[in-house]
């Protein structure tokens, strides 16, 4: 199967004819997934553009899940709040987005209506990755960042005759400084099933230097003692909030394996 950002090579086989001989094999592959699909969002990504908005409201759940997809991939990661000239939202956006801050994780505010320079100067040489639930502004911001792009969006839309722009698949654009963009379709739920428990865990990031610190090997990091997780959680180095995230991912991803297979 193959994902939009692939590389092909084409064999020549006459006149404005080829065929795909071979996939160049991809530096980073995003995707999501359940027990019974995989979807595949993009492949050789090198960073993800995490768009919220001040409306509608964001799930700070979903923000958790797209940091452990891109950071299983070893992707650069940046949060961009965007519709900041709706300042209803604004200040509860902010406190939503403050753990991830804490974490080191970069925010860029903007609207995209108004100005994309900081962003812009953020996406170069880099391919982008926009991901975010549906009406966050991953498009508009799209538009803005390429002229060309809000044509061939239109035209899809009036092909599907849905009456407005909207993204139902993957699509790459080349940015005029270099590197490229993709908006993907706007996503509600973002199952992470494909991450084991190692990979999973080693996506929370500020829950690395405690690896292997447990007093169990096996920690499940619920109810024993000694786990290191739980400790530091107490003192505060850790928030709670992303530990009970990560118990729920974790018991989400083992249902979704057993499910799988047929159990
Ligand atoms: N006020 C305001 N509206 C915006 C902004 N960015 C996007 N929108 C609107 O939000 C809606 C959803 O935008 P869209 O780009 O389709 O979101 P997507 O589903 O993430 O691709 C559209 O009506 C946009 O015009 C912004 O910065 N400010
Ligand atoms: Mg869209
Ligand atoms: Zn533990």
Request: glycine share 8%; hydrophobic share 40%; with cysteine.
């Amino acid at each position: 199967m193959f994902a939009c950002g692939d590389r092909v090579q084409v064999a020549d086989t006459g006149p404005g004819q080829g065929v795909i001989d071979k996939l160049v094999e991809r530096s980073s592959l995003l995707y999501r997934s359940d027990a019974w699909r995989q979807k595949l969002i993009a492949a050789n990504a090198t960073q993800v553009v995490m768009v919220v908005a001040t409306e509608p409201s964001f799930s700070d759940e979903f923000v958790s899940r797209c940091l452990c997809a891109a950071e299983s991939q070893h992707l650069k990661v940046l949060i961009v709040l965007n519709k900041t000239d709706i300042p209803a939202g604004l200040a509860d956006a902010r406190s939503r987005l403050a753990s991830f801050v804490r974490l080191g994780y970069p925010v860029l505010e903007l609207s995209a209506l108004d100005n994309v320079d900081a962003l812009r100067s953020l996406l170069v040489g880099e391919t982008s990755l926009l991901v975010g639930q549906s009406g966050m502004g991953k498009s508009t911001l799209t538009n803005a960042l390429i002229p060309e792009a809000r044509a061939e969006t239109r035209e899809i839309s009036e092909v599907l005759d849905t009456g407005k722009h909207t993204t139902t698949f993957a699509r790459l654009y080349p940015l005029p400084e270099g590197g490229g963009l993709i908006d993907s379709p706007g996503m509600q739920t973002f199952g992470l099933v494909h991450l084991d428990n190692e990979a999973l865990e080693a996506s929370f990031k500020e829950f690395r230097p405690y690896a292997g610190q447990c007093r169990f090997r096996d920690c499940r990091h619920d109810s024993e003692p000694g786990c290191a997780l739980r400790e530091a959680a107490e003192r505060g180095e850790i928030e709670g909030r992303r530990l009970r995230q990560f118990l729920q991912f974790r018991a989400e991803c083992e249902n979704g394996r057993r499910q799988a297979q047929g159990w």
